[in-house]
Each structure stands twice: as C-alpha cells, then as structure tokens.
C-alpha cells in the first residue's frame, strides 16, 4: 500500500491551500482515511476524518470550520482544504489509512491507521 501526498508549499496567513493523497495497493474506496499533522517541536495531532463512504466526516474542534476534507473514490484521492490559514497550521501534514475495511464511524486516534503517507510540507507566513 502506497499513499502519496502532495500540494504543500508556502502560503500566507489568510490563505488557502489544498493538500491531496492518492492511495494505491488498497481498495480505497473501503477504507476510512484521515489526516494527520505534526508541528516543529510538538507531538503529531488529529486534523480530519472521512469514512469509506464520504458520509461522515469529522475535523478536530481547534481548527474551527476552516478546514474540510473530502475524497474522491473513483480517484484513489482524499483532500484537505485548508481555509484561513493561520502561522500555527504550519506543519508536515500526513494522510493515513484506517486498517479495518467499512468501518463503522469513524476514529481519531493513530492506533487504528496502519498506512501512512509520506508527509507534505504546509508553512504558513508572510
């Protein structure tokens, strides 16, 4: 299983900016996945959830509505879109993978994500 994110880069506060993850070697349309992130210095967080289907989301309270993710099953792909953008959202975002297929709900914890992305770069400045 391969998960390649991409679309990080530098953009300034206030900003936008979408990051993606396509996903091979998996039925990707099975799985929950989610978005992950870790900021110099501090312990990787939750950012985003979205279930197999796409019908149930969920993003961590702290972002405050200015982020969604969304996924595309017929392209392997899941997305975060990054609103407001603010200096503390900078930080390596990571995609990941739910390990159990059709999951019921979803989860916010690393321990059920058994694939990982490699990481994408996001640096919030002016």
């Known amino acids: 299983v391969q998960l390649q994110a991409s679309g990080g880069g530098l953009v300034q506060p206030g900003g936008s900016l979408r990051v993606s993850c396509a996903v091979s070697?998996?039925?990707?349309?099975?799985?929950?996945m989610a978005w992950f992130r870790q900021a110099p210095g501090k312990e990787r967080e939750f950012v985003a959830v979205i279930s197999w289907s796409g019908g149930n989301r969920y993003v961590a309270n702290s972002l405050d509505g200015r982020f969604t993710i969304s996924r595309d099953n017929a392209k392997n792909t899941v997305y975060l879109q990054m609103n407001g953008l603010k200096p503390e959202d900078t930080a390596v975002y990571y995609c990941?993978?739910?390990?159990?297929?059709?999951?019921?709900?979803?989860?916010?914890?690393?321990?059920?994500?058994?694939?990982w992305g490699q990481g994408t770069q996001v640096t919030v400045s002016s």
């Open positions: 070697g998996r039925t990707f349309s099975h799985y929950a």
């Open positions: 990941a993978s739910d390990q159990q297929p059709m999951r019921i709900g979803v989860v916010t914890t690393e321990r059920v994500y058994d694939c």
